[in-house]
């Protein structure tokens, strides 16, 4: 009989848990994605041009990891959730409601950020576990980016940490 080549190396205990936190990183990032449209409707002051335009490069590049990271889901043999009553109800970033000054909206995305980080961080020593080196490559990047985004929204809020 012909050997078969295993295509995937992550056994399938082991994708199980990676679709798993990857679905609730999914979830997270369209509340993400909404809270970035929505500060990008409603700002308003001195900042506006600046932040306008910031949010909405910013949902633009979240756009392009959420369908990056669901069809990583599909790769490793999952579904991706893919309702808003799944999203709100996996996710732990808030929705952001009403906020229009650049001081509390920087803000928020930079606490949204820091808990995708923190979600990314446990996914990547999962995967790397599972030597899913796949799902470590599409992560890694992102954190360094975001980390550097982070960075940025503290020094517009003039502060240090
Ligand atoms: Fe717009």
Do not use: C
């Amino acid at each position: 009989m012909m050997k078969t080549t295993d295509i995937s190396a992550v056994s399938a205990k082991n994708s199980q848990a990676i679709v798993a936190s990857l679905n609730q990183l999914l979830a997270d990032y369209h509340l993400y994605y909404q809270n970035l449209r929505g500060f990008h409707w409603n700002i308003s002051g001195p900042s506006f041009f600046e932040l306008h335009r910031q949010f909405e490069l910013m949902y633009t590049e979240a756009q392009v990891v959420i369908d990056n990271i669901a069809e990583r889901i599909l790769t490793l043999g999952g579904q991706p959730l893919h309702t808003m009553t799944d999203y709100l109800a996996h996710a732990s970033i808030k929705e952001a409601k009403g906020l229009m000054d650049a001081e509390s909206t920087v803000k928020t995305v930079h606490e949204n950020l820091g808990l995708l980080l923190s979600m990314e961080r446990g996914i990547v020593s999962l995967a790397s576990k599972s030597d899913d080196e796949a799902t470590v490559d599409m992560l890694t990047p992102l954190i360094s980016a975001q980390e550097k985004v982070a960075w940025m929204l503290r020094a517009f809020n003039g502060k240090k940490k």
